[in-house]
């Protein structure tokens, strides 16, 4: 048990890209039915860091979205909107300090807006519980940091969605990712050789095409259409989206980038297919501006309506692509793969 705070800490995880089988990591599909996911984690971070409090002071503090909360150590912490900081901090005392609160700040940036699709909420929380690790020297492996930042986030706090992003930000990489009933889930990395590894990397293009904020809902209704009335057509759609990261996984390791880009278009159909509010004319225009420039396929990376997507492009005419998609009035940009899941160091 601690009572204060000794050194700095910081963290970060990375956000990812969901290249196939999105959704099917939900409950109740998963639970049932198994789902698996196909992502790879980019060079766009969630950072958390934790420092001492010379006033005693609990403070909660999100530079990026310039929000900051001051607690006295007795008050109660559900007063403010970094519900986030407080989930992990009322978690991660209460399993790894004896309830014991300790003053100190805590603060964040991240390289997305929430509701960009990147897993940038999830990222966060993995990068926060991942140096209150540090602080406490609470003994929890990788599996460990990404099973309790999924129930910080979707039991403790009730947020909706899955569970494919506390996995990518703690493990990186690209991972084949098997979500299993009774709650067991299998990260399964693959190595892929250097040469494809660098012309799939340099085949991608993203594009941010404005802040989604319907994900919720949107994972709402899946959620609801897996046990509603129209529960066979949504499940049916999930069991094809599975098919799909399974079929992205080989055509990955065996390096043909264009039945890659078929899945993605095959993908984005069938993700359609399982909630209302996925596409809006402004996604659609995005598609149309991409494969009037030379993209192969594309799709939105996250629940939908909104945030990034992302295009596969001849590398040859990636920039081409890049300009056209800024010129229709979004924010695009090539991206880089990283290997490496959730970092913590201290100093100071």
């Keep these: 048990m601690i009572t204060k705070i000794e050194k700095k800490i910081r963290a970060r995880a990375p956000l990812r890209l969901g290249l196939a089988g999105g959704g099917t990591d939900l409950s109740p599909y ?33 530079d990026d979205i310039g929000s900051q909360e001051v607690f006295d150590l007795d008050d109660p912490l559900d007063t403010g909107e970094l519900v986030l900081h407080r989930g992990v901090y009322d978690r991660m005392i209460r399993d790894f300090n004896g309830g014991i609160r300790v003053p100190m700040t805590v ?46 986030e979707r039991i403790d706090l009730g947020l909706a969605g899955g569970r494919q992003d506390q996995y990518a930000a703690t ?3 690209i991972n084949f990712i098997e979500f299993l009933p009774a709650d067991r889930v299998v990260v399964n990395p693959l190595r892929i050789h250097d040469a494809v590894h660098h012309e799939f990397e340099s085949s991608l293009v993203v594009c941010f095409s404005g802040r989604s904020r319907q994900s919720a809902e949107i994972i709402q209704r899946q959620t609801d259409g897996m046990s509603g009335s129209g529960s066979v057509k949504t499940i049916e759609a999930m069991h094809r989206l599975k098919a799909d990261a399974q079929a992205m996984k080989r055509a990955l390791l065996a390096g043909d980038i264009g ?25 659609d225009e995005f598609l149309d ?14 629940a939908g309506g909104g945030g990034f997507m992302f295009f596969t492009v001849d590398p040859e005419h990636r920039y081409g692509l890049i300009e056209k998609l800024n010129t229709a009035g979004g924010v695009a940009s090539t991206v880089k793969f990283t290997d490496v899941g959730c970092e913590t160091w201290q100093f100071g």
């Design 107 to 152: 603060k964040s940036t991240v390289d997305a807006p929430a509701g960009s699709g990147l897993g940038s909420s999830s990222a966060l929380v993995v990068a926060l519980v991942d140096a209150f690790r540090e602080v406490l020297r609470a003994p929890l492996g990788l599996y460990d940091v990404a099973h309790l930042a999924f129930e910080i």
């Design 259 to 283: 039945e890659m880009a078929t899945i993605l278009n095959q993908s984005w159909l069938t993700k359609k297919e399982t909630a209302q509010g996925i596409s809006n004319s402004r996604i």
């Design 289 to 302: 501006v991409a494969f009037a420039a030379g993209a192969t396929g594309g799709k939105i990376s996250g």
């Design 30 to 62: 998963c639970d049932t039915h198994g789902g698996a996911v196909l992502n790879v984690t980019i060079d766009r971070y969630a950072f958390a860091t934790i420092l001492p409090n010379p006033d005693g002071k609990i403070v909660f503090c999100a």
């Design 171 to 173: 493990f990186g990489g």
